[in-house]
Nanobody, 115 residues
Framework: QVQLVESGGGLVQPGGSLRLSCAAS????????MSWYRQAPGKERELIAS????????NYKDSVKGRFTISKDNAKKTVYLQMNNLKPEDTGVYYC????????WGQGTQVTVNS
């Protein structure tokens, strides 16, 4: 059974930083693309960042390039999203996701950027 559990969200002031973590179980973690999505209030869920199985390739939404960094630790079966210089428009629920036959989602972690 695939499980994804996010943590690390919270309330932060503009310009601040947070690091999100997503612990995976039930999959061969090192063999799959891992992604972070964000759902802002009243908006559709959108892809923020993804990382290839061997961490050689990463992709980012334009609005977070240069501020967010996705990484993964295959030994810990954990994917991270380091978020720096946070802006109010980064507010939303952040979800970890992967495709393992079907798309799996974590429960999400709330990030609020507000002064």
């Amino acid at each position: 059974q695939v499980q994804l559990v996010e943590s690390g969200g919270g309330l932060v002031q503009p310009g601040g930083s947070l690091r999100l973590s997503c612990a995976a179980s039930g999959i061969s973690f090192s063999a799959y693309v891992m992604s972070w999505y964000r759902q802002a209030p009243g908006k559709e869920r959108e892809l923020i960042a993804s990382i290839s199985p061997g961490s050689k390739s990463t992709n980012y939404k334009d609005s977070v390039k240069g501020r967010f960094t996705i990484s993964k630790d295959n030994a810990k079966k954990t994917v991270y999203l380091q978020m720096n210089n946070l802006k109010p428009e980064d507010t939303g629920v952040y979800y970890c996701s992967t495709i393992h036959g079907t798309r799996y989602w974590g429960q999400g972690t709330q990030v609020t950027v507000n002064s």
